[in-house]
């Protein structure tokens, strides 16, 4: 499992050495864009409008928009400074909190936790504290040039680190169109709706769920090659060097020739006999 993260974990005086892999996937059936004339992906290139052409990567800078078209320049070594900062850091867990106190609407993404070599009995204290407590630890942390809020838990027996989101980042619920203040339903329909739920409960289980578009997707696009209902696209031939002395050596023969024509012209008319004009008697 790729690890894409190192540090420490860290509550009281206990530092845990770790790795972070990442602990879900998308599994996303990714299409691409095709010219639909000739079949060929179509490619977006980066452009700047005022100078109208393309932009190279070391011509590019980071910059936040403040207001409309005024922004501030930030140029790379105050953003890896900023980063050194917060990445030096150990993470340490703040606070140690009830899993139901914090809403799901705040959870992110989750990430397994493994230990490093020597922190491996370190790891299993803070997990059996962990799992004879019931609680979870509340922690800052650097992911990807970003301070994220997270938790540490136990999940089936590996410490996960799942980020949260900051309470800025999730909207005013008031800010919902529409939501009725009182519910109006009658004793009737709120019973009969009731019944519903009881029928439908069941204890939770995620492998009776499937994406079930996907796996149409994915046997739609199988039947289709199996059909060889498939098209390659168009590569734009590139010149070879042999192309490219022939191009050159023909165009150095058109100007050759040019210049010659051009030049025996002017001789011609340079060496063209005067008339003589006969002397009166």
């Known amino acids: 499992m790729h690890t894409m993260w190192k ?13 972070m892999h990442a602990a879900t996937e998308n599994k996303d059936v990714k299409l691409r864009n095709l010219h639909k004339e000739c079949e060929t992906p179509v490619t977006y290139e980066r452009v700047c409008p ?21 922004f501030v320049v930030l140029d790379d070594e105050e953003l890896e400074n900023l980063k050194k900062e917060q990445k030096d850091k150990a993470v340490e867990i703040m606070d140690f909190v009830e899993l139901d106190e914090i809403d799901p609407i705040y959870f992110e993404k989750s990430y397994y936790l493994s230990p490093d070599e020597s922190g491996v009995k370190s790891y299993g204290l803070l997990r059996s504290a962990l799992k004879d407590t019931g609680k979870i630890g509340v922690a800052k942390m650097m992911i990807r040039s970003k301070e994220q809020l997270a938790v540490i838990r136990i999940y089936e027996n590996t410490l996960v680190v799942e980020t949260i989101h900051y309470p800025d980042e999730v909207r005013d619920v008031q800010d919902v169109p529409n939501v009725p203040e009182a519910d109006n339903a009658d004793a009737k329909e709120l019973d009969t709706a009731k019944m519903l739920v009881d029928q439908l409960s069941a204890t939770f289980d995620p492998e009776k769920y499937n994406d079930e578009y996907r796996a149409a997707l994915l046997e739609l696009i199988e039947q289709k090659k199996n059909d060889e209902d498939v098209t390659t696209a168009t590569e734009k031939p590139k010149p070879d060097n042999v192309t490219n002395l022939m191009d050159a ?3 150095s023969l058109d100007r050759a020739q040019d210049d010659n024509q051009t030049t025996s012209k002017a001789g011609k008319k340079a060496t063209t006999p005067k008339k003589k004009i006969a002397k009166a008697k």
């Not at 590019?60 to 078209?69: D, H, L, M, T, W």
């Open 7 to 19: 540090g420490t974990i860290s509550f009281g005086l206990v530092n845990i050495p770790v790795k």
């Open 50 to 70: 005022n100078c109208d052409r393309d932009v190279k990567n070391d011509e590019i800078v980071k910059a936040y928009e403040y207001a409309k078209n005024k």
């Open 249 to 251: 050596l023909q165009k």
